[in-house]
């Protein structure tokens, strides 16, 4: 069965900015998540593109790496690369309703 690209995204969420205590998603520090061809055994290797809120985030090897994990936590995920990028730059826009809520951004 096809691994889908929201599925991917839901596993991702699984990883928390630790100076913000919002996750990855919601904040919006993805931008693209790319699911390969399915292989002979059924799983599938996921190009991650994401950013940080800035480019000197002492975070950043901590988000990496989460969701580099995050996603290869999935059963269908064979590999994941993550790529940072930052263009476009991360802005608050980028942010959920609920990301805004729990922060106090209105």
Excluded: F
Excluded at 40 to 58: A, F, I, K, Q, W
């Amino acid at each position: 069965m096809a691994l889908a690209e929201d599925k991917v995204r839901e596993a991702l969420k699984e990883v928390i900015d630790p100076e913000l205590y919002v996750n990855i998603v919601d904040l919006g520090l993805v931008y693209v998540v790319e699911v390969g061809d399915e292989k002979e055994d059924g799983r599938h290797d996921v190009n991650v593109e994401m950013t940080l809120t800035s480019p000197m985030c002492p975070a950043g090897p901590q988000l990496v790496a989460g969701t580099k994990a995050a996603a290869e936590s999935l059963e269908e995920v064979d590999a994941c690369e993550v790529k940072v990028v930052m263009e476009p730059a991360w802005s608050p826009e980028r942010m959920t309703d609920e990301a805004r809520d729990h922060l106090g951004i209105y």
